[in-house]
């Protein structure tokens, strides 16, 4: 890819320049179901480092985010007891659409057309820069952890399975 890559004006590259929040922008070339194993491949970048925005909705529907690590699943069952809800659930991919205003596999937790509350992995947080979604498919921004705990103030939590 390289220089010649123009960074995309996405809505969360708004809500970052909006914060003045320091990113460095990151191309790959998006490969459907190649999920975060892909960019890190593409990218050189540890798996662990590039954290996923998954949309999930609890059991009255209710959406909200998970961030986690690339290279961990998500526990529901750890996830809906901490919450304090019968269950949760993975969002179809037209739901988290409609909730985040992203296409899966683009999807953001910055400037979501919906605010939803934010659950993080307690292991993103071992990183000083992280490696996060930039609201478009092949996008990803690299940002320092602090700004993301000061901007979405996430629940921290430990839902991996």
Do not use: W
């Not at 708004?14 to 491949?41: A, R």
């Amino acid at each position: 890819m390289g220089k010649t890559e123009r960074i995309p004006n996405t809505p969360a590259i708004i809500f970052l320049k909006d914060h003045n929040v320091e990113f460095k922008p990151l191309f790959y070339k998006y490969v459907d179901h190649g999920g975060t194993k892909e960019s890190s491949k593409q990218l050189g970048i540890d798996e662990h480092r590039i954290v996923k925005t998954l949309i999930f909705e609890d059991d009255k529907g209710n959406p909200f985010i998970v961030l986690m690590n690339g290279d961990f699943e998500v526990s529901t069952k750890n996830l809906a007891r901490i919450m304090g809800v019968k269950s949760v659930k993975l969002c179809d991919p037209n739901k988290a659409q409609r909730f985040s205003g992203y296409l899966v596999g683009g999807t953001s937790p910055f400037g979501t057309r919906r605010k939803m509350k934010v659950y993080a992995q307690k292991d993103i947080f071992n990183f000083d820069r992280i490696v996060i979604n930039g609201g478009k498919r092949g996008f990803l921004v690299e940002i320092k952890t602090d700004d993301l705990q000061l901007l979405l103030e996430p629940v921290v939590v430990n839902v991996t399975s």
